[in-house]
T-cell receptor, first 115, second 111 residues
Framework: SAVISQKPSRDICQRGTSLTIQCQVD?????MFWYRQQPGQSLTLIAT?????????ESGFVIDKFPISRPNLTFSTLTVSNMSPEDSSIYLC????????????FGPGTRLTVL | GQQLNQSPQSMFIQEGEDVSMNCTSS?????WLWYKQDPGEGPVLLIA?????ELTSNGRLTAQFGITRKDSFLNISASIPSDVGIYFC???????????FGQGTRLTINP
C-alpha cells in the first residue's frame, strides 16, 4: 500500500486564522479524499480531491471554508479557513489503493486545536 | 443516505478473551472494510470483504460479509493488549469510491 504523510502532525491555532494541511503520497494515485474526525467521533468525508479540477464537496462542506488543491497525482492540500473552536478535529487524507477498488489507506492525520 | 450502525460502542474485556463486533445497514453494500485506529494515528485497514458470505481471516482477526449484504462482523480471538483501539467498519457509498464509516467500537483490555 502507498505511504502517506501529512504535515503538520498537529497544531494549535487562534480563532479566525487559517491552516493549510499537506498530504504527500509516495506513488501516483488517482483518488484522494479528505476526512474530518471530530473528538470522540467517527470519520466524515469532507471532499474528493480531483487532480486538475475543483474538489467535489460533500453535503455540509463548502469550498470557501475548506479549499482544496490537487496539483498532481501525489500531493494535495486542505485549508481550514477562518477557524473556530468547532473546527478542532483530526483531519485525515486517504488514497484508494490495494487489491480492491474500494480499499482506502489513510495518512496519520493532523490534529487541530482551535482556541 | 447510506449509514452504518456499529455495535457495541465500547467493550471492556480481559486479556485472552474473544471479541465480537458487528456492523449493520438498511442498504446493501458491495464491499465491507474493517479498520483499526490507534490513538494519534490514522485508521489502518485490517480486512476487506467483497463477496456475500465471504469469511476472511487476518491472524487472530476474522471478518464475515453477511449473506444479505447488509451486515458484517469482526471477531478477534485471544485478545492481547495491542488490540486496544477503535475499530471501524466502512463501506463504499453506492456507485462511488467514497466511504461511509460506522460509529466505531472502542476496545479496552484489562491485563
Amino acid at each position: 500500500s502507498a505511504v502517506i504523510s501529512q504535515k503538520p502532525s498537529r497544531d494549535i491555532c487562534q480563532r479566525g486564522t487559517s491552516l493549510t494541511i499537506q498530504c504527500q503520497v509516495d506513488s501516483q494515485v488517482t483518488m484522494m479524499f479528505w476526512y474530518r474526525q471530530q473528538p470522540g467521533q467517527s470519520l466524515t468525508l469532507i471532499a474528493t480531491a480531483n487532480q486538475g479540477s475543483e474538489a467535489t464537496y460533500e453535503s455540509g462542506f463548502v469550498i470557501d471554508k475548506f479549499p482544496i488543491s490537487r496539483p498532481n497525482l501525489t500531493f494535495s492540500t486542505l485549508t481550514v479557513s477562518n477557524m473556530s473552536p468547532e473546527d478542532s478535529s483530526i483531519y485525515l487524507c486517504s488514497v484508494v489503493g490495494g487489491q480492491g477498488a474500494n480499499e482506502q489507506f489513510f495518512g496519520p492525520g493532523t490534529r487541530l486545536t482551535v482556541l | 443516505g447510506q449509514q452504518l450502525n456499529q455495535s457495541p460502542q465500547s467493550m471492556f474485556i480481559q486479556e485472552g478473551e474473544d471479541v465480537s463486533m458487528n456492523c449493520t445497514s438498511s442498504s446493501i453494500f458491495n464491499t465491507w472494510l474493517w479498520y483499526k485506529q490507534d490513538p494519534g494515528e490514522g485508521p489502518v485497514l485490517l480486512i476487506a470483504l467483497y463477496k456475500a458470505g465471504e469469511l476472511t481471516s487476518n491472524g487472530r482477526l476474522t471478518a464475515q460479509f453477511g449473506i444479505t449484504r447488509k451486515d458484517s462482523f469482526l471477531n478477534i480471538s485471544a485478545s492481547i493488549p495491542s488490540d486496544v483501539g477503535i475499530y471501524f467498519c466502512a463501506g463504499p457509498i453506492q456507485g462511488a469510491q467514497k466511504l461511509v464509516f460506522g460509529q466505531g467500537t472502542r476496545l479496552t483490555i484489562n491485563p
